[in-house]
């Protein structure tokens, strides 16, 4: 998993990349999270576009993420999101719990 991350504006994009399966991904998501807040930034847009796979742990880490963001007053919205990732959100009912979008344009003009 590698993270990259810019600011549109008052939002964060972070971009997702490789396969979101647990151990030291999860922990890079949770850090970069809790330090995003840290710096007073509360609206993040996850670019799903090039996660290869996720499992559970990884859908954990997302709404781990969106709950520590919420508690902060803010967000987390999903975009990109490849058809084999979405069909695990689907079967897991997640989908109907996070806001997804087809770009990161359209995740971040969300926020206004």
Do not use: C, Y
Request: no cysteine; net charge negative.
């Amino acid at each position: 998993m590698a993270l990259k991350e810019n600011m549109t504006g008052d939002v964060a994009v972070i971009e997702l990349k490789g396969k979101l399966m647990g151990g030291a991904e999860t922990l890079e998501i949770h850090d970069k999270i809790k330090d995003l807040i840290a710096r007073g930034n509360n609206k993040v847009v996850a670019d799903m576009e090039k996660v290869s796979w996720m499992n559970s742990t990884g859908l954990g880490a997302l709404m781990g993420a969106m709950t520590s963001l919420r508690n902060a007053k803010g967000d987390l919205k999903l975009s990109k999101i490849p058809d084999n990732v979405e069909n695990l959100f689907a079967i897991t009912k997640l989908i109907t719990i996070f806001d997804t979008f087809e770009t990161v344009e359209e995740a971040v003009a969300a926020f206004k």
